[in-house]
C-alpha cells in the first residue's frame, strides 16, 4: 500500500469521530514529492478541542504503535506513529478557528512567520481528505497574497546581516565553521525574498522541497536550484562567487518587478523605506 492509500485509511479512522471537521493530507506526499524516506503528515481539524481519548481512538484503531503524545502548545496538539510496517504518521491537531486566526495574522497583520506561513501553506497545497467543502473556503482564503506581506518579506531579508560583509576575510582565513554559516544564511535570506516576489507562502522554515518550490516561481534566478547545489558541492571560493552572482541577480529581479531602494549586493542591511510601488502591474496582477 502506497503512502497516499495509508493516509486515505487513518484519515476515515479521524473522520469518525463528530468533533473532526476536516482531515487535509500535508507535507511530501501531497506534493508528491515523496520517496522511500517520506512519512505521512495530516493535519486534523476540529471543532473543539480534542481529548486525549479523541487522539488516541484513531491510533488504536490502526493497531499503529504510539511514539510521541504532545499537550497542546502554541495552537496545536501533535502526535506521531508507527504502523505495523513502520511507516510513521505525523498529526498535528488544530481548531477550525486556529487556522482562521493565523490567516489573519500572516494577511491582515501581515506576520510573517515562518511557522504560521508553513501552516497556512499546508493548507494551500495540501489535499483534503475529509470535509471538503471546509478545506476548499479555508484555501479561498489564502488565494490572495497581499502585496504588502510581499512588501514586508522582500524587505526584512534584504538584511544580509553584517558578517556577510566580512566573507572575503572568513574565506581567507579559512573560518569555515562561521563561513558557511554566513552563506547558508544569505541563501535563507533569497529564499525569503524570492517567496515574498513570487508571493508564496513559506513551505518549510529550512526551505525543504527547494527544487519542488523553485519551479514554481517565475521570478527566480536562470537554473537556481543548480547553482544552489553547486555552492555545497563545489570548493569555498566558488561557493563564494555563486552566491554573491545571485545575489545580484535577486535584487535584480526585486528592481525588474517593481520595487526600489534595493541596497547594493554588498550591503549588510535593508533599505529603509517603502520600495513597492507597481508590484501588481509589474508582476501581471490584476
Not at 17 to 22: F, G, H, I, M, S
Not at 29 to 43: A, F, P
Request: aromatic share 10%; net charge negative; hydrophobic share 35%.
Amino acid at each position: 500500500m502506497c503512502l497516499y492509500d495509508k493516509a486515505v485509511k487513518m484519515a476515515a479512522c479521524y473522520q469518525e469521530n463528530q468533533k473532526v471537521e476536516a482531515v487535509i493530507l500535508a507535507g511530501s506526499v501531497s506534493r508528491k514529492v515523496d520517496d522511500h524516506h517520506s512519512d505521512v503528515e495530516l493535519h486534523v481539524l476540529w471543532k473543539e478541542p480534542p481529548k486525549d481519548q479523541d487522539r488516541m481512538d484513531p491510533v488504536n484503531k490502526g493497531k499503529n504503535t504510539l511514539h510521541t503524545f504532545y499537550p497542546y502548545e502554541d495552537g496545536e496538539w501533535s502526535e506521531t506513529y508507527r504502523d505495523k510496517n513502520g511507516v510513521k504518521f505525523e498529526i498535528s491537531s488544530f481548531l477550525t478557528t486556529t487556522i482562521t486566526e493565523v490567516t489573519a495574522d500572516v494577511k491582515e497583520k501581515l506576520d510573517t512567520s515562518y511557522e504560521k506561513q508553513c501552516l497556512l501553506a499546508a493548507i494551500q497545497d495540501g489535499e483534503a481528505l475529509f470535509g471538503h467543502p471546509l478545506v476548499g473556503r479555508l484555501k479561498q482564503d489564502l488565494a490572495v497574497y497581499p502585496h504588502a506581506l510581499a512588501e514586508k518579506m522582500i524587505l526584512e531579508h534584504m538584511d544580509f546581516g553584517s558578517p556577510w560583509n566580512s566573507r572575503k576575510a572568513l574565506l581567507e582565513r579559512e573560518d569555515w565553521l562561521m563561513y558557511y554559516s554566513v552563506i547558508c544564511q544569505v541563501h535563507r535570506h533569497l529564499f525569503g525574498i524570492l517567496h515574498g516576489l513570487n508571493r508564496l507562502y513559506v513551505k518549510h522554515p529550512s526551505f525543504k522541497w527547494m527544487s519542488d518550490t523553485l519551479q514554481q516561481m517565475p521570478a527566480a534566478p536562470d537554473q537556481m536550484a543548480e547553482r544552489v547545489t553547486h555552492v555545497f558541492q563545489g570548493t569555498p571560493v566558488q561557493a563564494l562567487q555563486e552566491t554573491e552572482i545571485l545575489v545580484e541577480e535577486v535584487i535584480r529581479l526585486v528592481e525588474a518587478c517593481g520595487f526600489k531602494n534595493a541596497p547594493a549586493a554588498g550591503a549588510g542591511s535593508s533599505a529603509e523605506g517603502s520600495i513597492f510601488y507597481n508590484h501588481e502591474k509589474s508582476m501581471g496582477k490584476a
